[in-house]
């Protein structure tokens, strides 16, 4: 088998994707979005038929030799015997896409039995393999285009136990068609993984950074050069990744710097600096429920994010010009919303600007819309080519299926006007798990395809051959879809209080827009309650920020002493890297016995300082009243809570309170003194009386003596 062949085999699985039990067949059905499922309808479900190989998938003569093998299994624990394996087949090839669409939801177009392989006994839990051989003339296939073929396992009355069904297209060389462009649109998305710019609120980017994880399995897909190939990157991936090479945080847990997740964008870096990158909105935004709720300025907000997150990251110019809507659809408030940012193309469904009147080829994926900036341009995407390119190894055979109906479909493009070059979009859905090796062999199967021709996204342009287009189709059920009413007025309470540390910081930067954007990605569609840990971690950040800048009254009971006076505040900016300027409201809570008067404001304040205020009160009595002290913006907003002081007011001038104060002391001296000699006569009276005093000696007459003369 040719690699080429191989490659192609592994594509039929979207067109006739499930192996239907017996006598009802397994259909498959295209939903509107593209989406292939499988329904088994009644029959046995102890036998399976897998198509393994289709070589080669498209032959281009009639002599060439085409082989198709597999196995027919028995899932029971019973051993069947006198059952065949037979190959039927129409000789007629589809005349449009609708019809090969019928046969594979279970319309019967077959007219013959052509191959027949006996298998005398299929063991219990075993299986048997059988191999068809034939050539486009044997089965007498003549014309450009795709024919229905069905693989059946019959029992000896030719009741059908199992069957699966493939395609095969033709292509001989000596019919030649305009060759179909056909140009790919591969996302690079994820959900958010950070609340603010620091913490992490799970470590689920790491296991899908890894080789096995869905993003290192697309960055496989990247790595192979593939032509025609365009990419949308969502930068807050390569933000988030870089943010983990430098060391992070997962809630309160401290983490070393992630080597894998450096090496990760590295690998993005170099697999995608030679091809076309377009950057989404940062953070992958819901552009029509922002739209639709009041926050029309996040989209711009994203849009120019976008595009420098994405330059930087990438080493390399990256603009947000382009334009993919999530689900591929939008209606007209969104590409609005989306030209004011100066979106120039977007890249939409074809179910989503359907042609008026319908047609029944494939028309051209170009187009144009009117908005209030002028004309958009507009690329569309195949909706059943998208969803095979996400088809995934779900049932055994699968790829090989799916490879063959993604080859038919291209040769029943061009079979359907094959004298008319048109364009065709795959896009597979944003947040896709593929296969690496399925996609990249279809990516140079279609590459080295006859039929076709890969170009870049951005030479799609309308055609002059392009049928009229009615009117955006966005349904009630898209609208239903999108992020929901109460959770979009909760992120714009918190946009708001956010917006507030901004505009009173000396550049104005908004350090919270990032952490915003990611409450509003289209990841949480659906399931708005997975982002409420992110909710919580920005709301708590904003909390910090905003109490960074605080006041300070001292005792929260002031007394002011006369008619007027002055009660000091400080206010504290706890910003170490951002000079502030914030307005100051003091308002009384008592009108009539205490007024404010003028006081600074606003008033600025160096990182780390604290700044002290006098604010003049006037009283009309005495009592006591309530004083608010709120910050604000320069603009008047309120930031953050209110505080009160209580200040007790005597309603005495500061004379009159000297006057009393003087005599409150004279009166204070005499109580005092009076109790003093009150306190002195009682001791008197207390004492015993003291003895009279003896009576002083009484002196003796002198005695004269004479002596001898």
Not at 406 to 417: H, N, P, Q
């Amino acid at each position: 088998m040719t690699r080429g062949a191989a490659l192609i085999s592994v594509l039929t699985a979207a067109f006739l994707l499930a192996p239907a039990a017996v006598a009802g067949a397994a259909r498959a059905t295209v939903t509107p979005a593209g989406q292939v499922q499988a329904a088994s309808v009644t029959g046995r479900q102890d036998v399976q038929i897998v198509v393994s190989s289709i070589t080669p998938t498209v032959p281009r003569e009639s002599s060439t030799p085409v082989k198709i093998t597999g196995t027919v299994a028995n899932t029971s624990a019973a051993t069947m015997s006198w059952v065949s394996v037979r190959l039927r087949f129409s000789r007629q090839p589809f005349a449009t896409r609708a019809e090969m669409q019928a046969f594979a939801d279970g319309g019967q177009i077959l007219d013959s039995t052509r191959y027949t392989i006996p298998v005398s006994q299929l063991p219990a839990s075993g299986k048997v393999p059988w191999e068809f051989s034939f050539t486009p003339a044997e089965l007498q296939m003549f014309r450009f285009g795709v024919y229905p073929m069905t693989i059946e396992l019959v029992n000896a009355a030719g009741q059908q136990l199992a069957a699966q069904r493939t395609l095969m297209p033709y292509a001989p060389a000596n019919r030649p068609v305009a060759r179909t462009k056909i140009a790919w649109a591969l996302p690079l998305v994820d959900q958010p993984h950070r609340g603010d710019d620091t913490t992490f609120v799970d470590d689920g980017l790491k296991q899908a950074l890894a080789d096995n994880g869905r993003l290192g399995r697309i960055l496989k897909i990247a790595e192979t050069p593939s032509k025609g190939v365009t990419w949308f990157v969502d930068p807050s991936v390569l933000d988030d990744a870089r943010a983990m090479s430098q060391g992070y945080s997962v809630g309160t847990v401290k983490k070393p710097a992630d080597q894998a997740a450096g090496q990760w964008l590295q690998r993005v870096r170099t697999a995608l600096s030679g091809v076309p990158v377009s950057a989404t909105p940062y953070g992958d935004p819901d552009v029509a429920a922002v739209s639709h709720h009041g926050l029309d300025s996040a989209t711009r907000t994203a849009l120019d994010m976008g595009g420098t997150v994405a330059t930087d990251l990438l080493g390399k110019q990256v603009t947000t010009s382009v334009n993919w809507p999530v689900g591929g659809v939008v209606d007209n408030d969104a590409l609005d919303a989306l030209a004011v940012g100066d979106v120039k193309t977007v890249l939409l469904s074809a179910t989503a600007l359907p042609p008026a009147p319908p047609v029944t080829y494939t028309p051209d994926a170009g187009a144009k819309l009117e908005t209030v900036k002028g004309a958009v341009g507009v690329v569309l995407a195949d909706p059943v080519l998208s969803q095979l390119l996400a088809s995934g190894a779900s049932t055994p055979g699968g790829l090989t299926l799916a490879t063959q109906r993604f080859l038919a479909e291209t040769v029943m493009i061009g079979a359907d006007r094959p004298q008319e070059s048109r364009t065709v979009v795959a896009a597979p859905p944003r947040r896709w798990n593929p296969d690496p090796a399925f996609v990249t062999a279809l990516l140079k199967a279609t590459a080295s395809a006859p039929w076709l021709k890969p170009v870049a996204l951005d030479s799609v342009k309308p055609s002059k051959l392009a049928p009229p287009r009615a009117g955006l189709v966005y349904t009630d059920k898209d609208r239903q879809a999108e992020l929901g009413k109460a959770y979009l007025l909760g992120v714009k309470k918190l946009g708001k209080r956010a917006d507030l540390t901004a505009v009173v910081t000396q550049d104005r930067r908004r350090v919270f827009d990032t952490a915003l954007l990611r409450l509003t990605s289209s990841a949480w569609r659906g399931r708005t309650g997975e982002a409420s840990p992110l909710v919580k971690q920005i709301d708590k950040a904003v909390t910090t920020r905003t109490e960074a800048i605080s006041v300070t009254t001292g005792e929260q009971d002031r007394m002011l002493a006369g008619k007027n006076g002055v009660i000091p505040i400080s206010i504290r900016n706890d910003l170490h890297d951002q000079e502030v300027t914030i307005g100051v409201k003091i308002t009384s809570g008592n009108r009539k016995l205490l007024t404010i008067g003028s006081y600074e404001s606003p008033v600025t304040i160096s990182p780390g300082k604290t700044r002290p205020i006098d604010i003049p009160m006037t009283a009309s009595g005495g009592g006591q009243a309530t004083v608010k002290v709120q910050l604000t913006s320069a603009a008047g907003v309120r930031y953050g809570a209110p505080v009160e002081v209580t200040v007790q007011t005597t309603g005495y001038t500061g004379i009159a309170l000297v006057i009393v104060g003087a005599a409150l002391a004279v009166m204070l001296a005499a109580v005092t003194l009076r109790i003093l000699r009150r306190h002195s006569r009682r001791s008197a009276g207390r004492r015993k009386p003291a003895p009279p005093p003896a009576p002083a000696p009484v002196p003796e007459p002198a005695q004269h003596r004479e002596g001898p003369s």
